[in-house]
């Protein structure tokens, strides 16, 4: 069945870094865009990056930009997030989803979701 599932949050304090793991079976992981949401107490969830599928084109939101990196590996079927620079403001439940075809998009419009992994930035 399908899998996606999440790991690597915590907590750290503000200037650390984080790596976010994004493990997906039971599809063709190859053929689906991977997007990373996040979740702040009282807030909407909101887009933070993805990843298309096609030529692996990237994208953040102005709010991470220059401070987290996206990567894929379809090798392993595992999209990772590295989180540097990490701010009170970026914490948040962080979710992974995956998105057929291949475009990248920062709606909700994503056909797997994984259960989310807590970032908690403090001192």
């Known amino acids: 069945q399908v899998q996606v599932v999440e790991s690597g949050g915590g907590l750290v304090q503000p200037g650390g870094s984080l790596r976010l793991s994004c493990a997906a079976s039971g599809f063709s992981f190859d053929y689906y865009a991977i997007g990373w949401f996040r979740q702040a107490p009282g807030k909407e969830r909101e887009g933070v990056s993805c990843?298309?599928?096609?030529?692996?084109?990237?994208y953040y939101s102005d709010s991470v930009k220059g401070r987290f990196t996206i990567s894929r590996d379809n090798a392993k079927n595992t999209v990772y997030l590295q989180l540097n620079s990490l701010k009170p403001e970026d914490t948040a439940v962080y979710y992974c989803a995956a998105r057929f075809p291949s475009r990248c998009s920062w709606y909700n419009d994503y056909d797997y979701w994984g259960q989310g992994t807590q970032v908690t930035v403090s001192s």
């Open positions: 990843i298309s599928s096609s030529d692996g084109s990237t």
